[in-house]
């Protein structure tokens, strides 16, 4: 039981991973198949795999995200904040936004149910 936050990060690691290498199947295998996830290019949220493979193909066709994850905090009910290094680039690669956001996932069986965006608290232990 001692391990589950470290193979949870390490599958959140994956996720980010994934995303960044616009492998849609590589990050859904990750996720339970009623995951929801924010649409934070387009506000609202999306439900399901499908729906999530439809709102990327989207997004990176109109804009060129890369997400890093910096810091993971263990929070309750299962939760884990990330922060996350966010740098957004139009398609002619011109930066639209470099900032520091935070992810925050509900994990489910061992797989990301849900992320929603959230605000950064100013001290928060560090896993």
């Not at 934070?40 to 493979?53: D, M, T, W, Y």
Request: overall charge negative; proline content about 6%; hydrophobic content about 45%.
């Amino acid at each position: 039981m001692s391990d589950q936050p470290a193979l949870l990060i390490e599958l959140l690691r994956a996720a980010y991973a994934a995303f960044n290498a616009r492998d849609i199947d590589a990050a859904l295998v990750l996720m339970t198949p009623d995951v929801v996830w924010p649409k934070a290019f387009k506000g609202g949220f999306v439900r399901g795999s499908e729906e999530v493979r439809a709102y990327w193909t989207e997004q990176w066709s109109e804009i060129n995200p890369h997400v890093e994850p910096v810091s993971f905090y263990l929070e309750e009910a299962g939760r884990i904040l990330v922060d996350v290094h966010q740098v957004v680039r139009d398609k002619a690669y011109a930066v639209l936004v470099d900032e520091h956001v935070g992810h925050r996932f509900t994990l489910e069986h061992g797989l990301i149910q849900a992320m929603e965006v959230c605000p950064l608290p100013s001290s928060t232990p560090k896993t």
